[in-house]
DNA sequence: GCGTGTGAACCTCTTCACAGCG
DNA sequence: CGCTGTGAAGAGGTTCACACGC
């Protein structure tokens, strides 16, 4: 493949055109148009073959995208085509809601173990998966060379978590703690931060209030 | 105060530059420069003055900004001095994980309540919340008129959540669905998208490993 | 001297509108 | 004729660099 460089929100885009074609593919459509693929995705039909043409002439004039070659294009992009499996450290009520809520239906993600530091919840059950000792979180990185993680710890415990991530070659992390943490430039971290999106939505809801 | 607009990437970063504010008020700072605020965010500084001076002019030149009144002012313009109360659909493993793992040292958010419409689960306890049946979303919400509410409910069920929260008057949204909910304009949406998080990881690491 | 506030240059992303192909 | 792919124009956000106030 090019190696082509994209913007971050390009590549969010095509997280959901590819959960959209999933979805058609479902419901056995096998040919979508840029401007259904837009109004399902909520953006502008341009914007969708503006982002596709960057990797290449997935579409055919006159009649749209096949469903099912547009996925397996878009997945080769996302390096989604076999996902990486994801690992959850924290066995708080976030990481264990996580691990039982899962991931089914969003792309063949999966979790493949949830880690603790905690002796008391080491061994216990989250759904079926039982909680391991964040010790044993080397051997598992090295063994599956690619993994994710997702750092679903205590408050002020997010550093040293990352710091076990990193040393054990993790690369790729997702944080729900709201500390920002500190990593090597090769490793990618992501935030989830509820209370920012919280932040968005009342700064809005008051803002329209004065506006009126 | 003036109408300003403003993208919502600003309204983000002062999200964060309040976080950040908040913490060094519990370290005892007095004074910080936008310097040491961009390095905590990680941004530049100009970035961080650029924000600033959208709205007013906070700083004194040569020392920089006062922790205590920047961070009253950052709220005021957030509309977060005194945060609306959180309510929660769906108690699930996500939501009961949410409500238990709570909303504290995030700026003044609170559960204030959380809602299934499960009757096995309606009364039973997430933390030390009772779960209430969806049929009461119309009293609390137009009691206190205004209100986020978190959708957490089980995938498929979130249109079904969010029409109700839509009847009931509800103008704040924060889904953990992956479905692209329906909503009147005058209602703001906002998604936690785990699995377009772990695309956008999956593809940054894999794309490392290519142009290695 | 130090750090803010800001015009101006720069850059990136989005939208428009249309040529060209099926 | 319909819809893609794309040059060109436009909008928006970021960075630079410096004047000004403390």
Chains 1, 2 share one sequence.
Do not use: W
């Not at 929100?9 to 259904?36: D, N, P, V, W």
């Amino acid at each position: 493949m090019i190696a082509v460089k994209v913007s971050e929100k390009s590549i969010r885009r095509l997280s959901h055109y590819a959960r959209c074609l999933r979805l058609a593919k479902i419901r056995g459509e096998f040919i979508m148009t840029s401007q259904q693929l837009a109004s399902n995705c909520g953006i502008s039909s341009a914007a969708v073959r503006r982002d596709l043409s960057i990797y290449g002439e997935f579409g055919k004039q006159g009649s749209g995208y096949k469903v099912d070659d547009l996925l397996t294009n878009i997945q080769n992009i996302l390096g989604t085509t076999d996902p990486p499996p994801v690992i959850i450290i924290g066995a708080g009520s976030i990481g264990c809601g996580l691990m039982i809520s899962g991931l089914t239906g969003t792309g063949g993600y999966e979790y493949s173990a949830i880690y603790d530091k905690d002796p008391e919840k080491i061994g216990s059950l989250c759904g079926d998966m039982q909680v391991r000792s964040t010790e044993e979180i080397p051997e598992l990185v090295k063994k599956k060379t690619e993994v994710i993680a997702v750092i679903a710890v205590t408050s002020g415990a997010g550093q040293e978590a990352m710091d076990m991530l990193v040393a054990a070659g993790c690369k790729a992390i997702l944080s729900f703690t709201l500390e920002p943490l500190k990593v090597p430039d090769d490793v990618e971290v992501r935030y989830v931060e509820v209370s920012t999106e919280l932040d968005v939505l009342t700064h809005s809801m008051r803002r329209k209030e004065v506006l009126k």
